[in-house]
């Protein structure tokens, strides 16, 4: 394999093992430093495993294109392959998405997104938008170091400073405008978060080798809706994930009809709804926002809620046969810790917190069906991008807020894998499924956790 650049792949956590009977070495954990070897990425690629999607990715020098390691493309030559850990390290380095696997849908990284360190925040505070809002200042601000602490540990890590990746993200949000809106292309460019037409135009040429106008698509949703397909790593029992949220669904936010799960979304430049349901292999979203600023934004939180980014192969590997393979998340922390404190499943505490978005919640420019309001601001603050320690902290902070409903949080509302509540329904659970010792379970005892709720409650062993 050709020597790999700066932004080439060290180590990037736990990775899946393909389908065939070849295994990868297990990785290090803790470490990012081993490179992944020609040996195990080609062994991927021949695999054509879904699994290794948003891993690792796959540039050819020889046509100047990067791909998903399940590309059904012809197989590059060892010579002429570099691997890179992220979309925006291979587009550093010159290269654009493969048209065939569009590389740039692929599932996130499970390794950022179970991180609770520096790159990991910051790797979803930026997914989130928020170097398109703040600035690397404003992001360096939020997770507590200085701009070159931020730049140097992402490049280090991910191949890619926060202006790269913020690009790599403005990019995929305008060609998914482009391809599912109707929108003119200086709109997009604009909700996008480019700073000019001219910008917009060239960035997009560069990094998707075709004009704005070439990559236009045809609508396929109503009026105002954007309509995406969300990839995941199988094995994913969507339809599972969808019901537990629409079990705990609260009127005027939430509905569910038994195939679609609609909520509404408080985002940073207005309000949205989100429908999912179960697609052929991926999860169907429809969008409606108030401002198409937040696209990128929505998506994020959608992916939240599903678990869409979480290594299933890796946490089935670890724990027994009646986990969780996801864990149903919450696009916001606040409001699940004011829906908690104000009671959890009773009919009487439904009919308050009802009340509560009716009486408080921000009405809904357009309503949509049944989903009327975003819920209502809380008097207090967690924080979406706070550290999950800083996160558990402030929760213990607020009264009424004991060990069992800050663990909750924490595993729904900040997607820590490894938090394990050891309330009486999970020693029941336990006891009934043959016993076990919590800390084997490292460093996926969340899932643990909702597998044992799940298991007590209604004798179903699994989610997901």
């Known amino acids: 394999m050709a020597a790999a650049g700066a932004g080439c792949l060290a180590g990037i956590g736990r990775r899946p093992s393909p389908s065939d009977a070849r295994q990868i070495a297990p990785p290090r954990h803790g470490t990012l430093e081993a490179m992944i070897s020609a040996e195990t990425a080609r062994a991927a690629m021949e695999s054509r495993d879904p ?15 990067y791909c998903r390691p399940s590309c059904p493309a012809v197989m590059p030559k060892p010579q002429n392959m570099r691997l890179y850990p992220s979309a925006a390290a291979a587009q550093v380095d010159g ?22 360190d520096l790159v990991g925040r910051a790797v979803r505070l930026i997914a989130d938008g928020v170097v398109d809002r703040e600035g690397v200042a404003g992001l360096a601000a939020r997770l507590g170091y200085s701009v070159r602490q931020v730049h140097r540990q992402l490049v280090a890590e991910v191949g890619a400073g926060p202006q790269a990746l913020a690009r790599a993200h403005r990019v995929q949000t305008a060609r998914l405008l482009l391809e599912n809106t109707d929108l003119p292309v200086a709109d997009i460019a604009f909700a996008a978060g480019f700073a000019s037409i ?26 105002g809706a954007i309509v995406l397909r969300l990839a995941y790593r199988p094995v994913l ?36 709804v989100a429908a999912l349901r179960d697609g052929a292999g991926h999860v169907a979203c429809e969008l409606h926002l108030d401002d198409l600023r937040d696209l990128s934004a929505a998506v994020q939180r959608c992916r939240r809620m599903l678990d869409l980014d979480a290594d299933r192969l890796a946490i089935a590997e670890t724990l027994p046969p009646w986990a969780a393979t996801a864990i149903p998340g919450h696009p916001d922390p606040d409001e699940l ?46 924080g979406r991008d706070a550290d999950r320690e800083e996160a558990r902290r402030r929760l213990g902070e607020i009264p009424g807020i004991g060990r069992w409903t800050i663990g909750y949080v924490l595993v729904r509302g900040f997607g820590d894998p490894d938090v394990y509540i050891p309330d009486l329904t999970a020693r029941r659970a336990l006891h009934r499924l043959g016993g076990g010792d919590p800390e084997r379970w490292r460093p996926w005892r969340s899932y643990a956790t909702v597998g044992l709720w799940l298991a007590e409650a209604s004798g179903e062993p699994r989610l997901g």
């Open 51 to 65: 699994r290794f999607d948003g891993w690792f990715y796959v540039a050819v020098t020889t046509t100047g294109i």
């Open 198 to 223: 001219r910008q917009f135009n060239d960035t997009i040429r560069q990094l998707c080798g075709a004009t704005p106008t070439r990559l236009r698509g045809r609508p396929a949703g109503g009026p």
């Open 95 to 116: 290269f654009r998405a493969c048209r065939r696997c569009r590389p740039d849908l692929a599932p996130g990284s499970p390794a950022w997104n179970a991180r609770a």
């Open 337 to 382: 810790v004011v829906r908690m404190m104000l009671g959890r499943r009773s009919r009487t505490a439904r009919a308050r917190l009802a009340a509560l978005v009716r009486e408080r919640g921000k009405p809904l420019t357009t309503p949509m069906g049944s989903i009327t309001h975003t819920f209502p601001p809380t008097p207090f603050t967690v």
């Open 237 to 272: 029992d969507v339809p599972a994930v969808l019901a537990y949220l629409g079990a705990r669904a609260l009127p005027g936010i939430e509905e569910y009809d038994g195939t679609t799960y609609r909520r509404s979304l408080a985002l940073p430049h207005g309000a949205g």
